[in-house]
């Protein structure tokens, strides 16, 4: 009788209801908020980026967060979301024409003259090398430029059709922007309270949440930013077309620490040696080194010191499948998650494996 009245005592058939009704709840807010996802992470993400702006901003407006938390929201708009949609704009244009040129090289055959007019002698020596017999390399550009093509008609006929959409998201990311600036220190200090473990221990998550956000923005987003920047700026420099989508794709690639923005302006300075500028050629290939990759190297250790100890394997397998698993907000969550499987693993073995 003991152990039935134990079994359905009020504490335990409480704590039953009681969770049973707060999953559910979750699972419900979980469904109500999934269509508003997308623009809610990019609006926490924002704030958490220039949290250190907001700070000081706070502090000179005397800790009025209403007032602070909508001159930030002003600032964020001008500072980050409108020059990004700008370059949003232009990078769908330049998206166009060069699925026009593509489009047109490959069905009206100007890609053979395109083709013969390359530095011939060169390519003929290449293709004849004997390691290389019996592959079709022109065929094989030809159906890359022509995959090319197709996948940029796909992307921007997305883009033209979520338009309102994605002016819907805006408004919505402005919104819970303000929130986000004025009540979001509570927001997180309320879920990280929720968790059952130690005060220690939670402080060590807070601790891991933070410092890999930062690291991650400040030492992978910022430093891939620059080096696309900076690919762009030499390919208008030295006149290789369509420099804002390659300096995008160059921003794209230098997320990940295998290649990186090499792998656009190396074949950029290719390019151009192959179409009779051997001089731009080499220009273009010395800014690539000195004003793109070789910062990297010193960039990284200064940006993202020790506040992240992420191995160059697990970064390079977190953003991976992070962008799989995610899309583009994975490369923020893939190494976020990583980070707490370790923490979570280091505090299973304190916890429970050692006893």
């Given at each position: 009788m003991t152990g039935h009245s134990q079994l359905f005592s009020r504490d335990t058939l409480f704590g039953a209801v009681f969770f049973g009704?707060?999953?559910?709840?979750?699972?419900?807010?979980?469904?109500?908020?999934?269509?508003?996802?997308?623009?809610?992470?990019?609006?926490?993400?924002?704030?958490?980026?220039?949290?250190?702006?907001?700070?000081?901003?706070?502090?000179?407006?005397?800790?009025r967060r209403g007032l602070a938390a909508a001159a930030m929201t002003v600032l964020t708009f001008f500072l980050v979301i409108g020059p990004a949609v700008t370059v949003l704009v232009m990078l769908t244009a330049q998206a166009i024409d060069l699925y026009q040129w593509s489009g047109d090289l490959v069905q009206s055959g100007r890609i053979t003259e395109f083709w013969n007019r390359i530095n011939a002698a060169y390519i003929n020596k290449v293709l004849t090398h004997p390691a290389l017999k019996g592959i079709d390399i022109k065929g094989m550009i030809m159906k890359a430029v022509g995959n090319l093509s197709s996948e940029l008609a796909g992307q921007i006929g997305g883009l033209v059709k979520n338009s309102l959409v994605f002016v819907i998201d805006l408004a919505i990311m402005l919104v819970a922007l303000f929130f986000f600036y004025r009540d979001g220190e509570r927001y997180y200090n309320t879920l990280i309270g929720l968790l059952p473990f130690s005060?220690?221990?939670?402080?060590?998550?807070?601790n891991k949440i933070t410092s890999t956000f930062s690291a991650v923005i400040y030492g992978v987003f910022l430093i891939a930013l620059f080096q696309g920047v900076m690919t762009g700026i030499g390919f208008l420099l030295f006149h290789v077309p369509f420099a804002i989508f390659w300096g995008f794709l160059a921003t794209v690639l230098a997320l990940f620490p295998v290649g990186g923005a090499a792998l656009v302006w190396l074949p950029g300075a290719v390019y151009l040696y192959l179409t009779g500028s051997p001089s731009s050629a080499v220009m273009l290939a010395l800014w690539g080194a000195l004003f793109v990759s070789l910062p990297d190297n010193f960039l990284k250790p200064l940006l993202i010191g020790r506040r992240a100890n992420i191995s160059t394997f697990i970064l390079f397998v977190a953003l991976l499948g992070g962008v799989q698993a995610f899309g583009f907000l994975g490369l923020l969550f893939g190494p976020l998650v990583a980070t707490l499987v370790?923490?979570?693993?280091?505090?299973?073995?304190?916890?429970f494996a050692e006893q």
């Open positions: 009704l707060f999953i559910y709840l979750l699972y419900l807010a979980a469904r109500i908020a999934s269509p508003l996802m997308s623009p809610l992470l990019w609006a926490a993400i924002l704030a958490l980026a220039l949290r250190p702006l907001h700070v000081r901003l706070l502090r000179r407006m005397k800790e005060q220690r221990h939670k402080e060590a998550i807070s370790t923490l979570f693993i280091q505090i299973y073995h304190e916890e």
